[in-house]
């Protein structure tokens, strides 16, 4: 194709006849009219929508452009204006826009995806505008080029809505539930308290799966997503979230209660049973609320939360609603746990020692190791840190280490007086260590490196490891029993051991709980109760101890009930190492 102005100058060249055109301008003018036949077959032979635009004072032209062009420009030059303006891709709409910007600059290129809103289908393009070489003499003139790219967008439209969809409900996925979660919270206009999430977790599915199969399973969970569709607003997003548990997005109108209300519905759309094949089953899910805030960062902290009040929703047979204190909670355990493996590890706990009085003499007869951490200067109490140990298994360890010191420090003392002290040593065992240590093993062990005999050592169990496995408790008892260790029931009366367990297993020592003898001095059973208590140890052949005797008149009561020791604050608190020898010493002096 030729550009106009060169069609124009050909027609004057084929009039050269009539001798009005120089030699120089005809020469000139073919030249052209070459250059535009050359700048034509370059455009043709590019795969391309291309076209060039040429820029002479205020006129921009489309000076040849090829046929893919033509057919997404819908637009020919044959029949229609040459001038940009009445091309209609480039006088309106992002490219026209963004053409006039390149037009005005000095840029050398520029390019930019853009979706042509024109057709109904939508086009995508990546448009590129180049400015070709500028001869002197010459319009400026630039090549725009527009790759389609709207197969592709499609393609990966249609592979992220994949991606985006769990594919047995056709539900959205966590993928998606998270990108509106953070969407929300993204938004400017989101206020604290204008949107929840619910996570609801199907109770149960795991034992349909394994009974029923698989197959079973998978038509468990497309009716229990219908019956959640059925019982939530259109604008509510439901998501499957992971295998049996969903989640919901929904926004507040009337706050919290929106979403208590919800869940209400939800139960009630699971109240009808479920029929599968030729089953019918019941289905119930437990439900965890968690209330968008702007202090919470991103959707997976959203869902966190809600999933932790999920757990205690499932705990509880409720709905819970997340609140921010059980998270910190949560929090401090886990940073507990992390910097006590460092602690055990750096061998930086201690173990002070309470002094055990025989409350007939009031000599003392022996010690109980406690163990301390100190973690920057604050001290953490055991009641803190003992229940994450054994939650984390660290008791394992712990309990170990804290054996092998007591019966170290035992040895010690003895080499300290040069004699074998008249001291027994108890040390905490706890039941999970009676679960997961060979603990009659590593008993023999602390007591063989220390040199020190069976029977100076009391191991402090409660009545909760019994109960939880009262078989294996037994073994490992009469296990240690062997080494001709002591046994000690610690915190009796607080448990629910059976008489019958009681007298079964090779228990020496009852440790009265300090609860009852701390009641003592109120008027309350608290008496009756230690009484009954020293009486049925008296008739089951063993000793006693009070704990938490804290004042002279406890002392005395207790002396007189016939209690064997006495342990608490009115003798000494727990003491570091030297500071129990010295105690010991002196008093039984
Ligand atoms: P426990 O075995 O019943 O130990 C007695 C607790 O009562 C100790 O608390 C002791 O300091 C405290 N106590 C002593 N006298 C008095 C008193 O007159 N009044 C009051 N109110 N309290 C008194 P502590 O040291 O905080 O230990 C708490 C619990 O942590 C222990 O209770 C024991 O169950 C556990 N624990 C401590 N060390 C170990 C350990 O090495 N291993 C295991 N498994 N548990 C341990
Ligand atoms: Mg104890
Ligand atoms: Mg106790």
Known sequence: MQAAGTRRRGRSHAGDSTGDVSPAEAIASEVERRLAQSRQAYLDALPIAAAIVSIAGSETLVECANEHFRFIAEWDERIGDRRASHVPILRSGPIGARLADFIESDDPAYQFETADGRSIAGRHFTVRFSRLKHAKGQPRRLLVSLIDRTAQVETEKSLRSEMLRDSLTGLPNRFAFNERVDAVLADPSFSEGSFAVLAIDMTRFSRVNECMGAMAGDELLITFARRLVSALRPTDM????????FGVLMRLERGLSDALRAAER???????????????????????????????????EVLR?????????????????????????VRRRFSIETELRCAIEADALTLAYQPLIDLDSGRVAGFEALARWSHDGDAIPPAEFIPVAEESGLIVPLGRWALNTAMRTLSEWDRAAGAVLPFNMSVNLSPIQISRDDI?????????????SGDRLTLELTESAIIQDPDRVAKALNALKKSQ???????????????????KLPIDLLKIDQTFVGGMMAADDSTAIVRAILSLARALGMATTAEGIDSEDLAEMLTELGCTYGQGYHFSAPLPPEEALVFGLSRNA
């Open 305 to 329: 939360n809600a999933q932790f009040a999920l757990k205690r929703a499932k705990r509880l047979g409720t709905t819970q609603v997340y609140e921010p204190i059980q998270a910190a909670a």
């Open 266 to 300: 939800i139960k009630t759309v699971l109240t009808l049973p479920f029929r599968l094949s030729e089953l019918e089953i019941r289905v119930d899910c437990a439900i965890g609320c968690a209330v968008l805030s702007p202090g919470v960062n991103s959707a997976d």
């Open 238 to 245: 439901l998501a499957r979230t992971s295998g049996d548990e």
């Open 440 to 452: 009659a093993a590593t008993v023999v062990g602390a007591l063989a490196s220390a040199g020190i």
């Open 485 to 503: 260790v002591r046994i000690a029931m610690d915190d009796f009366g607080t448990g629910f051991t059976s008489l019958a367990m009681l007298q």
